[in-house]
């Protein structure tokens, strides 16, 4: 067994007294994919955030490689969900995403060609390297999330944290990006997301964890009832129209609509 | 025309233009970019006590104000990155205690009342010869500050939550951002006076972010601008004997509505924005 690549031990987050995540403990092994799931409100962003080294817990601690996550800035890529930017900010697509290649301290203002180049070859990978030279303000909301994710990348991460990926992309759009994680996931990067969306998770994620205000683990992508109870606490009989039915191949099962 | 500058005056009132259009130009292009706006509305008020506090103590202009500034900037930072949706309001009762304060300490003050005129709406044409120097200096410190950080502001004022995981200490870099706008702002008094120094840093940032993609670019255009409504507002001052600062102001107000009309009529064309042709159309 390899040693966890992320490890949260006994996590407190609280917030004006209430507390927002409660006894948070978990591993992530190298190469994992996981997906995050909860309802809204349960603090999937939250313990992103901690992970991510950007909230600080009221208890407990958060390591990423062994270390604090905020002395391993270099080795981890993060995509944030509609990132608080002012769309009119003057700045082309490329120099947004040469910020993800950013280190500490002070530094010669203008980038190198070689951080140019793999600029560049980002986006391409993204398939929008056409937009290098267009003001990112100017972007429709999935080339963004496309140039988002190649600024990500651009720093080289050995993982990946995303949170809600797919909000705001059209369904096909949805699937290219899935797709693309898997295949980045499979080049060695682990990848934590944060999602909503369990129908499509169920078929691409290696594991899910599901966060609502406690975190439960679950080592396979499969969503059971039991699960879905949890995440909505839906009394019986009055369970989400939408039921799941995961026995290894994705199947879906929608539950006639009560009068 | 060029005979003006046969006044050393108005040499001199040049060169202080120019100065403060620069150190605007640049740092009106980072509060723009940051919403610091008000925020730097709140320092070049709360600079009116520092003012009033220099003269009461019988301390030189710019170190006593500029302490004073300092002093409300850093609150006010302290408290917005505390409590962010309170900011305004604490800028808000920091701006008009600073006001005040700075009446109350000229009331106090023995003899005869300092001409508070000039610091409200600027005495371009009495700047003396070592503000030029002081200005000089700022120039170049705000310029060699702005250029060894400029990727980092450019990734905490794009998306500070990003630069915060590239491990970007956005904290200092805020602070950092914040003594210097005090800074700009209280040299920017002398010239165009507290009241209007706002115009001179959000309106020329404010033409330029619309045709630029960059912050570098942003900041020359800035800067251009900056130099543009000084001299245009000078020569106006000078020919019909006005004060100059406001002269200043109200060319920049002008280049304000021309480059919104020309936004205006520019979206209205199916193609993309043409840069060079609407900068310089906008004189």
């Known amino acids: 067994m390899t040693s966890p690549l992320i490890q949260a031990k006994d996590l407190w987050f609280s917030y004006n007294h209430d507390n927002v ?238 009068e | 025309m060029l005979e003006i500058f046969d006044f050393s005056f108005m040499r001199h009132a040049l060169a202080a233009g120019v100065l403060v259009s620069v150190i605007c130009g640049v740092m009106g292009t980072l509060a723009v970019a940051n919403r610091l706006v008000f925020l730097s509305g709140g320092i070049a008020h709360a600079a009116y006590g520092g003012i009033g506090l220099a003269f009461y103590m019988r301390w030189p202009y710019l170190p006593g104000t500029l302490g004073f500034s300092l002093l409300a900037a850093f609150t006010m930072a302290a408290v917005s990155l505390k409590a962010r949706y309170r900011a305004d309001t604490v800028i808000g009762a920091i701006w008009a205690l600073g006001m005040a304060l700075g009446i109350l300490f000229i009331d106090l003050s023995p003899g005869y009342p300092v001409d508070l005129m000039s610091y409200l709406f600027g005495s371009i044409l009495t700047v003396p010869g070592t503000d030029l120097w002081v200005m000089l200096a700022t120039a170049l410190v705000i310029a060699l500050v702005v250029g060894a950080y400029y990727n980092d502001f450019l990734a905490f004022s794009y998306d500070e939550e990003f630069a915060q995981v590239r491990g970007i200490p956005v904290r200092r870099l805020y602070f950092l951002l914040v003594c210097l706008l005090a800074v700009a702002v209280v040299l920017t008094i002398r010239v165009v006076g507290l009241i209007l120094v706002i115009a001179l840093l959000t309106i020329p940032a404010f033409i330029a972010e619309k045709f630029t993609r960059s912050l570098l670019q942003m900041m020359a255009v800035a800067c251009g601008l900056n130099i543009l409504f000084t001299l245009i507002g000078l020569t106006l001052a000078y020919l019909y004997n006005l004060t100059a600062g406001a002269c200043i102001i109200l060319s920049a107000g002008a280049g304000f509505f021309i480059a919104l009309l020309l936004e205006h009529i520019h979206k209205r064309k199916p193609s993309g924005t043409d840069v060079p042709m609407a900068l310089s159309q906008g004189k």
């Open chain 1, 21 to 258: 995540l409660e006894a948070i403990t978990f591993e992530i092994a190298p190469n994992d994919f996981v997906a995050m799931i909860g309802p809204n409100g349960g603090g999937k962003t939250t313990l992103l955030k901690l992970l991510l080294g950007l909230l600080v817990p009221t208890r407990g601690c958060v390591s990423i490689l062994g270390q604090p996550p905020r002395q391993v800035s270099e080795r981890i890529g993060y995509v944030p969900q509609h990132a608080a930017v002012n769309p009119h900010f003057p700045v082309s697509v490329l120099d947004v995403v040469l910020t993800g290649c950013l280190m500490p301290g002070i530094k010669w203002p203008r980038t190198t060609p070689i951080q140019r180049q793999r600029g560049l070859e980002a986006l391409a990978y993204l398939g929008v390297a056409d937009l290098a030279d267009r003001r990112v303000g100017d972007l429709s909301g999935g080339q963004r999330q496309r140039v988002f994710i190649a600024r990500a990348l651009v720093g080289d991460p050995q993982i990946l944290f995303l949170d809600e990926p797919t909000a705001g992309i059209d369904a096909e759009g949805q699937n290219e990006l899935y797709c693309l994680l898997e295949e980045l996931n499979s080049d060695g990067i682990t990848i934590v997301m944060v999602s909503h969306d369990m129908l499509a998770i169920s078929t691409h994620v290696k594991s899910v964890a599901c966060v609502n205000r406690q975190l439960h683990y679950h080592p396979h992508p499969e969503l059971t009832h039991e699960m879905m109870e949890m995440m909505y606490h839906h009394p019986p009989g009055q369970a989400c129209p939408v039921e799941l039915l995961a026995h290894g191949v994705p199947h879906r099962v929608l539950r006639r609509h009560r």
